[in-house]
DNA sequence: TATTGTTATACTCTATAACTATA
DNA sequence: TATAGTTATAGAGTATAACAATA
């Protein structure tokens, strides 16, 4: 009984959640050794990017919501790979740097994730790799566009 | 301070994150209406399509654990969607079946469905709608290989 | 009043071990 | 002993309401 789930494998949807089901997990083995997962990862790499962000902003740029971010800057904070600081100016605020040993350990996964990257799309040209992530960031903007009233920072077409 | 996440949009794993994660929620929003969520859904297609399967392969079919699958046939039933059988020639197993309101809605819903999906690939055109199905399908196939040990029944070349 | 960060809470999806009843 | 389905449980991601401190 081949193809029993024919109908849904014609779904874009259906297939990326495969997809990425597969990324998620593959990306989580990668990460353990350095004691991060996808979601410690990506804010991390953010806040080398960044130094000086604030969680807000933080929270924006991963669209994930303030008190979800929390745990995650805690996680961060524990383990010694980045820094909170007073706002100058706006004491409510937290700036977000990384440590030194933060930026190593950020250097050393990134090199893993791209790695990692390389190998979950092992088969596709240099084309087709690049069409894909031009296909799925225009998937995401598709999606955005829907709730754009709750986007404030979205300006409506 | 735009592009505050360059390093992460260039990893097509993260990318694929930020797209699923807007199709997650537009497909979730879409299938509200007809009482069901993605992974209802599918379960309920891949019966529909597949009369008088068994549990342990739907779970197969559709990459969840038996356990986690039990709750999913559980609420299908109890809405009266699917029914459960007592195999023939052996008691232990169940066949699942739709009923006529299992197939109805789903039939409904799949239109709804389709209609989901159009709107998340808008923009592209048909070949790379395509080549995004297949793009996927290939970055799958690249994960599945890397624990085909825990796959007995997926031949190591 | 509004904003920053926080706490508490709840829901979904996922993963594993252990059980039952059959085979 | 092995398999089908189940129960219980725990982890992770996500979403909302409400709060304290500050603006």
Redesign the interface.
Known sequence: ?PD?????R??????????????????N?TLKPFGLR?TTF?AL??IV??PG?RQS?LAE???IERPNLVVIVDELERSELISRDRAKGDRRAYELSATLKGRQLCDKA?IA??A??A??????SED??Q???A??????A???T??ADKSPHVSRA
């Open positions: 009984m029993a789930d024919k109908t849904l014609d779904l874009a949807g259906y297939t990326m959640k495969r997809a990425f089901s597969a990324i998620q997990s593959d990306l083995t996808m990506s790499v953010v990017d960044n962000l902003k740029v991963l669209l990134c994730v791209r990692h990257d190998r979950m799309t092992e088969g596709l087709e790799c069409a894909l992530i296909a799925l960031r225009k998937v995401e598709n999606g955005s829907r709730d």
